[in-house]
């Protein structure tokens, strides 16, 4: 099994004495700190157990202290609806809360295990099918928004971040536009606003408006007033709604 199955890996890869669970619930080895993937064998060879590791953090608290959403909870458990790794991949519309946090980065989240001590100068870098790809991995943002579903197939369908399909990349690629602040993005997104039969998408492109337009217009309020008038999904309505809060009280102070 890799990935899914039945077995909890963290757990057993830290009973059969292959490293330690730290404050960040990964599985810290000595050897490559806890860049590893797990991967397990059921068999009835009558193998001697090995000795369980046990816990060596310490006094560190950095991964908690470096979580972006407090996702961990303190004793090496986490509270996964919290973590930017499970948000990056939901299908809806990401809570307010997270989108900041994400910054530019589009799928998962990797700040525990960067922060790591025990990953310190660790070298991972094994096999070449194993190197990420710069284009694949760290894709123009504004390409992607519009990006037809054969294309996204030959060009991410081989990640794993591709699971999910194009949406969710995409609400994160409109989230990443605003967070880095790319006021070149605003033809696109209204544009996604007018067009795209996607309410998430259109809905998040809404919110991404409010965070990036500086210099507000009337005709900018007259088409956010139309495009909410013709929105039939309720949760894109209420990104049209606080889009447009935000957007009046700018230009009411401009
Ligand atoms: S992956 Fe990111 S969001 Fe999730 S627990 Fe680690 S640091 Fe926090
Ligand atoms: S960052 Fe510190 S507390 Fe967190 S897992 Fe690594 S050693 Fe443990």
Not at 120 to 142: A, C, I, T, W, Y
Not at 221 to 248: H, R, S, V, Y
Request: aromatic letters at 8%.
């Amino acid at each position: 099994m890799v990935d899914t199955g039945e077995l909890s890996d963290v757990a057993v890869a830290q009973r059969a004495g292959l490293g330690f669970i730290g404050l960040n619930g990964l599985l810290i080895t000595p050897e490559f700190g806890s860049y590893v993937y797990l991967g397990e064998i059921i068999t009835n060879i009558p193998f001697e157990p090995d000795v369980p590791m046990s816990n060596q953090c310490g006094s560190c608290t950095r991964c908690i202290d470096y979580c972006p959403p407090s996702a961990l909870m303190g004793d090496g458990r986490l509270n996964a609806k919290r973590c930017l790794s499970y948000q990056t991949q939901t299908k809806g519309f990401m809570p307010e809360e997270y989108r900041p946090k994400i910054r530019s980065v589009i799928y998962g989240c990797d700040i525990c295990q960067q922060v790591c001590p025990f990953n310190k100068g660790k070298d991972f870098h094994f096999h070449p099918d194993m190197e990420p790809d710069p284009e694949s991995v760290m894709p123009e943002l504004q390409p992607l928004l519009t990006i037809g579903n054969k294309e996204f197939k030959v060009k991410f369908g081989h990640l794993a971040g591709s699971w999910r399909g194009k949406k969710p990349l995409q609400r994160n690629a409109i989230i990443a536009l605003a967070n880095v602040k790319d006021r070149s993005a605003v033809p696109q997104l209204l544009q996604l606003i007018d067009t795209d039969p996607r309410p998430v998408i259109r809905g998040t492109a809404a919110w991404a408006i409010a965070q990036l337009t500086r210099d507000v217009t009337p005709e900018l309020i007259t088409f956010m007033q139309q495009a909410e008038a013709q929105e039939i999904d309720p949760e894109a309505q209420g990104e049209f709604q606080n889009a447009l809060l935000k957007l009046n009280e700018q230009l009411s102070e401009n």
